[in-house]
């Protein structure tokens, strides 16, 4: 009878574990800086399914269209630094002109403090928050939501003024498993993002012209994502879909975990993960490739960067399931 109840015990224990309702926090989920993202998607109209719980959301048909890598640098890094000078993390796209999405990034929230880019010539634009949009609070699980107001005044070309004042409001309003192109998620968060937001025009002090809009988002993610899963935004002239082409950890696909030592270092660097390793990179904090290193090992490496000049790396790993992991050193 004892052992009658105690498996009773652990098939229920079970079942919850495998519809489990996600959770998003700063530790699990904020970007950190030296994380790339693949990431394809395409346009069209796409429909993000129904809210509520344990759901299952079927995205596996989306033909890819267009294709991206994102990486994650230090503020200080980059050429807008003094503009934006309250940024933790900057969202560089791989490839593309001297473009940044400047966030601030803390243990209560993820705030979106503006954009820095350069179209080439003699202009750069600046756009920044100076009452910076939330994007996300912590810790934050299915029916949790919040509104943020933000606002942003620029100047652009001809020296008009475009003043932006939104409000934004985030619900955690669905959860269940998603299916991407690049596979399927169990136990994941859905967020729907709502941004109503009008942008006045001034030239010379003179009023000119406002226009009112509506954006809707949705975004998944699981426990350990620091990206959505997959996303989904959408306005009056139709949506885009993004997915992640990298594996992300899972509760059934945990992330690859990695060790380093010594560190600091001077000369030889040893590192060791839990599963076999395919590739390893060593990136700056500016998100750019500076080596690829060649494997000593199944499920560990012995590399000489003695010719790197000193200061504060970062390891990226990815072992044979495509699970990438990341890890800050310091060479001396």
């Given amino acids: 009878m004892k052992k009658n109840y105690l498996l009773s015990v652990l098939v229920i224990l079970l079942s919850f574990r495998a519809t489990a309702q996600p959770v998003i926090t700063h530790?699990?989920?904020?970007?950190?800086?030296?994380?790339?993202?693949?990431?394809?998607?395409?346009?069209?109209?796409?429909?993000?399914?129904?809210?509520?719980?344990?759901?299952?959301?079927d995205f596996s048909y989306i033909t890819p269209t267009f294709s991206t890598t994102i990486t994650v640098v230090n503020p200080e890094t980059t050429p807008f630094a003094s503009e934006f000078q309250e940024s933790t993390h900057a969202f560089h796209i791989v490839g593309s002109s001297e473009s940044y999405n400047y966030t601030q990034i803390s243990s209560p929230a993820l705030k979106n403090v503006g954009i820095g880019f350069d179209p080439g010539g003699e202009n750069e634009y600046f756009i920044h928050y100076t009452d910076a949009v939330k994007l996300m609070q912590y810790p934050f699980s299915y029916n949790n939501s919040f509104t943020d107001n933000y606002f942003s005044s620029y100047t652009?070309?001809?020296?008009?003024?475009?003043?932006?004042?939104?409000?934004v409001t985030v619900t955690a309003d669905?959860?269940?498993?998603?299916?991407?192109?690049?596979?399927?998620y169990p136990n994941t968060?859905?967020?729907?993002?709502?941004?109503?937001?009008?942008?006045?025009?001034?030239?010379?002090?003179?009023?000119?012209?406002?226009?009112?809009?509506?954006?809707?988002?949705?975004?998944?993610?699981?426990?350990?994502?620091?990206?959505?899963?997959?996303?989904?935004?959408?306005t009056i002239s139709g949506?885009?879909?993004?997915?992640?082409?990298?594996?992300?950890?899972?509760?059934?696909n945990p992330m690859l975990q990695l060790s380093i030592f010594p560190n600091p270092v001077s000369k030889i660097i040893h590192a060791k993960t839990d599963g076999n390793?395919?590739?390893?990179?060593?990136i700056n904090l500016?998100?750019?490739?500076?080596?690829?290193?060649?494997?000593?090992?199944?499920?560990?490496f012995t590399a000489d960067?003695?010719?790197?000049?000193?200061?504060?790396?970062?390891?990226?790993?990815?072992?044979?399931q495509g699970i990438c992991t990341t890890k800050k050193f310091i060479k001396k």
């Fill in 189 to 234: 968060l859905r967020v729907k993002s709502l941004y109503v937001y009008t942008d006045s025009v001034w030239m010379m002090g003179n009023f000119v012209y406002a226009n009112t809009y509506t954006e809707t988002n949705y975004e998944w993610y699981s426990a350990t994502s620091h990206y959505p899963i997959i996303s989904i935004s959408s």
């Fill in 239 to 252: 949506s885009t879909v993004t997915y992640s082409t990298d594996v992300v950890g899972t509760d059934d």
């Fill in 305 to 320: 960067i003695s010719k790197l000049s000193s200061g504060v790396y970062m390891l990226r790993i990815k072992n044979e």
């Fill in 286 to 300: 500016s998100g750019k490739q500076l080596a690829q290193l060649k494997k000593t090992g199944v499920n560990e």
């Fill in 156 to 167: 652009l070309s001809g020296g008009m003024v475009t003043h932006e004042r939104g409000t």
């Fill in 174 to 184: 669905a959860w269940g498993s998603v299916s991407t192109p690049s596979g399927n």
């Fill in 27 to 57: 530790s699990g989920n904020s970007p950190l800086i030296g994380d790339t993202y693949n990431l394809s998607g395409a346009l069209g109209s796409f429909d993000p399914g129904d809210a509520g719980n344990n759901q299952s959301w």
């Fill in 277 to 282: 390793i395919s590739e390893i990179f060593i």
